[in-house]
């Protein structure tokens, strides 16, 4: 039961981030959204998650590639709700090229928004969950945070950082009750992923379904994609108490990506 703590979740305008969001708001939790999108858009999902669940929310729309406004939602967050008690590290882009042909500001982008943001996050929050001795940090890697795939270099590179990331953080904080793990997902169709699907499919002229089986062949044995719901559900986890003793996991969910 996570009724009278705050948690909040980078990028949770879309995809796994607000999957995320539903779950612990689900299971009590007052929300901060933040990401980008229609305003109109994301009024209406805090509506609609305050209603169903009965919680408070909240939304910044900081950019997490800048350290200025990460630091100003974290303001808003501790002004709105006290602190954030759980800390879910999800924004997170992709770009798909060789390295030779990498664009140098893409390169820049993914690590700030894949990597940097969670320093800067969590050197915010940390004081708070010191102080309250309760905290919980989960950090969205990737499978490609423990494996490669080629034409991913910046997102590859990103993904092991924030792994790496996420041990030290559950070491500088093992002897007290705030634990960081990281989550690990394989193929989830959301977005991101659909625009790999329709690249595959005017690549090689095949429909959106021909094309989604396709990506999944090549990578994920159980040929189906991982949704939000069951990533919300290991988050929710990972804010229990069994959970406690659980700490710098990078988890992998991932249909059997990483057991080949
Ligand atoms: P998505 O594109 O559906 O959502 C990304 C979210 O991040 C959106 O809310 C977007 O507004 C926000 N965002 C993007 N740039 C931002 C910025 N500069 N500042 C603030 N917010 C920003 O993507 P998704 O598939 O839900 O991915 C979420 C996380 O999960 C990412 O870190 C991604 O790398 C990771 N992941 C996704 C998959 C997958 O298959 N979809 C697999 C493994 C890991």
């Not at 991913?152 to 790496?164: D, E, I």
């Not at 070491?171 to 793990?181: D, H, I, K, S, W």
């Amino acid at each position: 039961n996570l009724e009278g703590k705050t948690a909040l979740v980078t990028g949770s305008t879309s995809g796994i981030g607000l999957g995320i969001a539903r779950s612990l708001a689900a299971a009590g939790a007052n929300i901060v959204f933040n990401g980008f999108g229609d305003a109109t858009e994301i009024a209406a999902v805090r509506q609609q998650v305050e209603n169903e669940f009965t919680v408070k929310t909240s939304y910044s729309g900081a950019d997490m590639s800048k350290a200025a406004e990460i630091e100003a939602m974290m303001q808003q967050a501790a002004s709105e709700f006290g602190g954030v008690d759980i800390l879910v590290n999800n924004a997170g882009i992709q770009y798909v090229s060789s390295i030779e042909d990498f664009p140098v500001e893409k390169w820049d982008a993914i690590i700030a928004i894949n990597l940097t943001s969670a320093f800067h996050t969590t050197r915010l929050a940390l004081p708070y969950m010191r102080q309250q001795n309760w905290g919980r940090i989960i950090n969205l890697a990737s499978v490609h945070g423990l494996v490669a795939s080629a034409q991913k270099s910046a997102y590859v590179a990103a993904k092991h950082g924030l792994v790496g990331f996420t041990k030290t953080t559950a070491l500088e904080t093992a002897t007290t009750g705030v634990t960081c793990n990281a989550i690990c997902p394989g193929f989830v169709l959301t977005p991101l992923v659909q625009k790999q699907v329709d690249d595959r499919a005017a690549r090689d002229g095949i429909s959106n379904e021909e094309a989604k089986v396709s990506l999944l062949s090549e990578k994920q044995p159980s040929r189906e994609f991982v949704t939000p719901d069951q990533l919300g559900a290991l988050a929710v986890f990972f804010c229990s108490e069994a959970a406690s003793q659980i700490r710098g996991v990078a988890w992998n969910m991932d249909g059997g990506w990483v057991a080949q």
